[in-house]
């Protein structure tokens, strides 16, 4: 009866390297490989083991040399349509070395291609930004609002912009479309304290009483009832003509900074 061997561990390291080169996953394929003839000890193993793993290696290394990125650094290296990462068995040493040099290649393609995507994401960003200010300049609004809606579509994941759009909108008396942006902000960014502020200014100036309230109070949820935060409601509810209101949130904002004469003369004024 035949004898059975199991394949250890470190062939079903170059079984999993096979399946990231089926994803095009190269650089973690490789590293599996690195990992795997790291822990590969031939002269430990049964010769049938042995010869499977050769097998495995060999597939890998076929697998590696129908990737496109990998033919190109040969064939431009050898000047050669038909280079080839080579292998052969029993020289696994001398195939670490080489996959060695091919992953720092490839991780130097890999790190100049998303620089060079950075680089070109920055570039549409500002051109939008600048497309989006010079319309709204000139009293294009239709366009301003178009270049601004597609910033903030293209590029609103990033902390900071929703914020700036609405403050941007805000400033051309856009409120409506500064509300929409700074809405987006608290709820994708709630820690950003700046779009608080600005939202609770744009319900203000559209007499939304109820909205900029209802703004104010998430802000004293996430960040706490700070006193200049307590001032500015208190010039809410002024505004509103709530003056009850108004003297309790003007007192607690005395209360908490005695060097806000603003909030001491509202709570002496309806005191």
């Known amino acids: 009866m035949p004898q059975l061997f199991s394949m250890p561990p470190v062939g079903q390291k170059f079984a999993r390297a096979k399946a990231q080169l ?3 996953d190269t650089i973690r394929a490789l590293e599996s490989i690195l990992t795997a003839l790291d822990e590969y000890e031939p002269g430990r193993l049964p010769r049938q083991v042995c010869f499977e793993i ?3 290696i060999a597939e890998c290394v076929q697998d590696l040399n129908r990737q496109p990125a990998v033919r190109n650094i040969f064939q431009s290296l050898a000047k050669s349509k038909n280079a080839a990462l080579p292998y052969t068995p029993g020289e696994e ?3 670490h070395g080489t996959l060695i040099l091919l992953h720092k290649a490839l991780s130097q393609n890999v790190k100049v291609k998303e620089e060079d995507a950075a680089e070109k994401k920055l570039k549409r960003k500002c051109a939008l930004e600048q497309s989006g200010l010079e319309h709204l300049r000139s009293g294009d609004k239709p366009r301003g609002r178009a270049s601004f809606r597609l910033l903030a579509e293209e590029y609103g994941d990033e902390p900071g912009l929703l914020a700036q759009l609405g403050e941007w909108f805000m400033q051309f008396a856009l409120f409506f479309e500064a509300a929409e942006m700074l809405e987006q902000a608290m709820e994708r960014f709630p820690k950003e304290s700046k779009a ?3 939202a609770a200014k744009c319900y ?3 007499r939304e009483f109820e909205k900029a309230e209802s703004v104010y109070l998430r802000a004293v949820k996430q960040f706490g009832s700070h ?3 307590l001032l500015n409601m208190a010039k809410l ?3 509103w003509n709530k003056k009850e209101e108004a003297f309790r949130a003007a007192q607690e904002a005395w209360n908490k900074d005695n060097s806000l004469s603003e909030a001491r003369e509202i709570a002496d004024k309806f005191a």
């Open 237 to 239: 509810y002024m505004q």
């Open 227 to 229: 006193p200049r935060t």
């Open 54 to 56: 050769e097998v495995l």
């Open 196 to 198: 608080y502020g600005l």
């Open 204 to 206: 203000t100036e559209l």
């Open 93 to 95: 040493k001398k195939l």
């Open 22 to 24: 089926k994803r095009d």
